[in-house]
Protein backbone atom coordinates (compact mmCIF):
# COMPACT_ATOMS: atom_id res chain seq x y z
CA UNK A 1 0.00 0.00 0.00
CA UNK A 2 1.20 3.59 -0.95
CA UNK A 3 1.88 6.19 1.82
CA UNK A 4 0.18 8.52 0.67
CA UNK A 5 -2.87 8.20 -1.78
CA UNK A 6 -4.20 10.85 -4.00
CA UNK A 7 -6.85 10.90 -6.81
CA UNK A 8 -5.21 11.73 -10.23
CA UNK A 9 -7.37 13.91 -11.75
CA UNK A 10 -7.46 15.94 -13.59
CA UNK A 11 -10.30 18.11 -12.17
CA UNK A 12 -11.00 20.40 -14.93
CA UNK A 13 -12.82 23.46 -13.45
CA UNK A 14 -14.00 27.45 -15.05
CA UNK A 15 -12.41 30.45 -13.08
CA UNK A 16 -13.96 31.41 -9.95
CA UNK A 17 -14.63 27.50 -8.83
CA UNK A 18 -14.36 26.06 -5.61
CA UNK A 19 -12.21 22.80 -5.76
CA UNK A 20 -11.41 19.91 -3.31
CA UNK A 21 -8.49 17.94 -3.36
CA UNK A 22 -8.45 15.09 -0.60
CA UNK A 23 -5.32 12.80 -0.16
CA UNK A 24 -4.87 9.10 2.98
CA UNK A 25 -2.35 8.75 4.27
CA UNK A 26 -1.02 4.88 5.86
CA UNK A 27 1.15 5.46 8.34
CA UNK A 28 -0.50 6.73 11.66
CA UNK A 29 2.84 8.01 13.15
CA UNK A 30 3.32 10.24 10.04
CA UNK A 31 3.72 13.91 12.31
CA UNK A 32 3.92 16.32 9.76
CA UNK A 33 1.83 17.20 6.58
CA UNK A 34 2.51 19.57 3.22
CA UNK A 35 0.72 20.45 -0.21
CA UNK A 36 2.84 21.10 -2.69
CA UNK A 37 2.18 22.91 -5.85
CA UNK A 38 4.08 21.61 -8.95
CA UNK A 39 4.28 23.26 -12.27
CA UNK A 40 4.46 21.59 -15.54
CA UNK A 41 8.26 19.86 -15.74
CA UNK A 42 9.06 22.29 -12.72
CA UNK A 43 10.58 21.27 -9.11
CA UNK A 44 7.58 21.12 -6.63
CA UNK A 45 7.31 24.21 -4.01
CA UNK A 46 5.69 24.23 -0.66
CA UNK A 47 2.07 25.52 -0.93
CA UNK A 48 1.14 25.22 2.71
CA UNK A 49 1.76 23.03 5.60
CA UNK A 50 -1.00 21.37 6.92
CA UNK A 51 -2.10 21.77 10.82
CA UNK A 52 -4.40 19.78 13.15
CA UNK A 53 -6.03 23.29 13.41
CA UNK A 54 -6.49 23.63 10.06
CA UNK A 55 -4.89 27.09 8.49
CA UNK A 56 -5.94 29.02 5.81
CA UNK A 57 -3.50 30.97 3.22
CA UNK A 58 -5.80 33.19 1.48
CA UNK A 59 -7.96 31.36 -1.04
CA UNK A 60 -6.30 28.02 0.10
CA UNK A 61 -7.71 26.50 3.04
CA UNK A 62 -6.05 23.01 4.10
CA UNK A 63 -6.88 20.28 6.52
CA UNK A 64 -6.16 17.66 8.96
CA UNK A 65 -8.10 14.65 10.26
CA UNK A 66 -5.64 12.39 12.04
CA UNK A 67 -8.80 9.94 13.20
CA UNK A 68 -9.33 8.90 9.33
CA UNK A 69 -6.11 9.94 8.42
CA UNK A 70 -6.74 12.26 5.76
CA UNK A 71 -5.54 15.90 4.62
CA UNK A 72 -7.73 18.17 2.45
CA UNK A 73 -6.93 21.37 0.40
CA UNK A 74 -9.35 23.42 -0.43
CA UNK A 75 -9.29 26.42 -3.15
CA UNK A 76 -11.83 29.03 -3.61
CA UNK A 77 -12.44 31.61 -6.68
CA UNK A 78 -10.19 29.71 -9.17
CA UNK A 79 -7.48 31.47 -11.18
CA UNK A 80 -6.34 30.19 -14.03
CA UNK A 81 -2.78 30.98 -12.47
CA UNK A 82 -3.84 27.37 -9.91
CA UNK A 83 -3.33 25.20 -12.58
CA UNK A 84 -1.00 22.48 -11.61
CA UNK A 85 -0.58 19.47 -9.86
CA UNK A 86 -0.57 19.09 -6.40
CA UNK A 87 0.99 16.95 -4.23
CA UNK A 88 0.14 15.51 -0.82
CA UNK A 89 3.31 15.27 1.56
CA UNK A 90 3.56 13.71 4.91
CA UNK A 91 6.49 12.83 6.84
CA UNK A 92 7.64 12.02 10.12
CA UNK A 93 10.37 14.26 11.88
CA UNK A 94 11.39 11.42 14.16
CA UNK A 95 12.27 9.56 11.20
CA UNK A 96 15.32 11.36 9.33
CA UNK A 97 12.98 13.67 7.94
CA UNK A 98 11.66 11.37 5.66
CA UNK A 99 9.15 13.13 2.89
CA UNK A 100 6.89 10.82 1.42
CA UNK A 101 4.64 12.24 -2.06
CA UNK A 102 1.23 11.38 -3.30
CA UNK A 103 1.47 11.06 -6.47
CA UNK A 104 -0.44 14.54 -7.32
CA UNK A 105 -3.80 15.77 -8.25
CA UNK A 106 -3.76 17.57 -11.60
CA UNK A 107 -6.21 20.89 -11.63
CA UNK A 108 -7.12 23.05 -14.83
CA UNK A 109 -8.46 26.18 -14.30
CA UNK A 110 -10.69 27.16 -17.54
CA UNK A 111 -11.36 30.81 -18.77
CA UNK B 1 19.82 32.84 -3.37
CA UNK B 2 20.72 29.78 -5.07
CA UNK B 3 19.50 27.41 -3.12
CA UNK B 4 19.61 23.61 -4.16
CA UNK B 5 21.05 23.65 -7.35
CA UNK B 6 21.63 20.28 -9.41
CA UNK B 7 23.41 19.96 -12.93
CA UNK B 8 23.75 18.52 -15.35
CA UNK B 9 19.61 19.41 -16.39
CA UNK B 10 19.18 17.27 -19.08
CA UNK B 11 21.12 14.34 -20.15
CA UNK B 12 20.70 10.98 -22.36
CA UNK B 13 23.39 7.96 -21.78
CA UNK B 14 23.31 5.12 -23.45
CA UNK B 15 22.29 1.44 -21.90
CA UNK B 16 25.29 0.48 -19.65
CA UNK B 17 26.92 3.91 -19.48
CA UNK B 18 27.66 5.59 -15.92
CA UNK B 19 27.18 9.13 -14.60
CA UNK B 20 26.89 10.83 -11.85
CA UNK B 21 24.72 13.54 -10.82
CA UNK B 22 25.41 16.47 -8.50
CA UNK B 23 23.39 18.48 -5.98
CA UNK B 24 24.31 21.13 -4.01
CA UNK B 25 22.70 23.52 -1.48
CA UNK B 26 24.02 26.50 0.22
CA UNK B 27 21.26 26.49 3.10
CA UNK B 28 23.65 24.89 5.44
CA UNK B 29 20.83 22.06 5.11
CA UNK B 30 21.52 18.34 7.54
CA UNK B 31 19.09 16.44 5.26
CA UNK B 32 19.84 15.92 1.64
CA UNK B 33 17.51 13.95 -0.68
CA UNK B 34 17.49 12.05 -3.69
CA UNK B 35 14.16 11.13 -5.69
CA UNK B 36 12.88 10.49 -9.04
CA UNK B 37 9.61 11.26 -10.67
CA UNK B 38 8.34 8.78 -13.35
CA UNK B 39 4.55 9.74 -14.37
CA UNK B 40 1.29 8.51 -12.20
CA UNK B 41 4.09 7.43 -9.78
CA UNK B 42 4.62 10.60 -7.93
CA UNK B 43 8.26 11.25 -6.15
CA UNK B 44 10.00 8.28 -4.80
CA UNK B 45 12.75 7.96 -2.37
CA UNK B 46 16.03 6.98 -4.05
CA UNK B 47 18.68 7.79 -0.90
CA UNK B 48 18.88 9.94 1.55
CA UNK B 49 21.67 11.96 3.94
CA UNK B 50 21.21 13.14 7.33
CA UNK B 51 24.61 14.26 7.34
CA UNK B 52 27.82 14.91 5.78
CA UNK B 53 29.17 11.43 5.71
CA UNK B 54 26.60 9.29 6.47
CA UNK B 55 23.81 7.88 3.40
CA UNK B 56 20.93 5.57 3.44
CA UNK B 57 18.52 3.72 0.98
CA UNK B 58 15.30 4.49 0.60
CA UNK B 59 12.21 3.07 -1.23
CA UNK B 60 13.90 2.44 -5.09
CA UNK B 61 17.89 2.34 -4.42
CA UNK B 62 18.76 -0.38 -7.10
CA UNK B 63 21.39 0.49 -9.35
CA UNK B 64 21.99 3.73 -7.89
CA UNK B 65 24.90 4.50 -5.21
CA UNK B 66 25.29 8.01 -3.18
CA UNK B 67 28.02 9.99 -1.83
CA UNK B 68 28.29 13.05 0.77
CA UNK B 69 31.60 13.94 1.21
CA UNK B 70 31.18 17.68 1.96
CA UNK B 71 27.80 18.83 3.92
CA UNK B 72 26.83 20.89 0.86
CA UNK B 73 27.05 18.24 -2.09
CA UNK B 74 25.08 14.84 -2.36
CA UNK B 75 25.48 12.68 -5.66
CA UNK B 76 23.98 10.12 -7.04
CA UNK B 77 25.57 7.50 -9.22
CA UNK B 78 24.28 5.11 -12.07
CA UNK B 79 26.75 2.77 -12.12
CA UNK B 80 25.56 1.12 -15.61
CA UNK B 81 22.12 2.96 -16.96
CA UNK B 82 19.48 1.12 -18.21
CA UNK B 83 16.20 1.94 -19.75
CA UNK B 84 14.29 2.14 -16.87
CA UNK B 85 15.83 4.60 -15.22
CA UNK B 86 14.81 7.34 -17.39
CA UNK B 87 12.97 9.84 -15.61
CA UNK B 88 13.44 12.92 -13.81
CA UNK B 89 15.57 13.07 -11.25
CA UNK B 90 14.84 15.53 -8.22
CA UNK B 91 17.23 16.82 -5.51
CA UNK B 92 15.97 18.38 -2.05
CA UNK B 93 17.31 19.35 1.14
CA UNK B 94 15.74 19.94 4.47
CA UNK B 95 16.39 21.24 7.84
CA UNK B 96 15.06 20.20 10.83
CA UNK B 97 13.28 21.66 13.97
CA UNK B 98 11.33 21.46 16.76
CA UNK B 99 8.33 23.39 14.66
CA UNK B 100 8.85 21.12 11.36
CA UNK B 101 10.44 21.59 8.25
CA UNK B 102 9.93 22.01 4.55
CA UNK B 103 12.17 20.70 1.91
CA UNK B 104 13.51 22.70 -0.69
CA UNK B 105 14.25 21.20 -4.37
CA UNK B 106 16.54 21.59 -6.99
CA UNK B 107 15.18 22.37 -10.14
CA UNK B 108 15.73 18.52 -11.88
CA UNK B 109 17.78 16.34 -14.12
CA UNK B 110 15.75 14.73 -17.02
CA UNK B 111 17.95 11.69 -17.89
CA UNK B 112 17.20 9.49 -20.93
CA UNK B 113 18.55 6.13 -21.61
CA UNK B 114 18.33 5.04 -24.92
Known amino acids: RKEVEQDPGPFNVPEGATVAFNCTYS??????FFWYRQDCRKEPKLLMSVYSSGNEDGRFTAQLNRASQYISLLIRDSKLSDSATYLC????????????FGSGTKLNVKP | NAGVTQTPKFRVLKTGQSMTLLCAQD?????MYWYRQDPGMGLRLIHY???????AKGEVPDGYNVSRLKKQNFLLGLESAAPSQTSVYFCASSYQSWWGTEAFFGQGTRLTVV
Open chain 2, 49 to 55: SVGEGTT
Open chain 1, 27 to 32: NSASQS
Open chain 2, 27 to 31: MNHEY
Open chain 1, 89 to 100: VVISLYNFNKFY
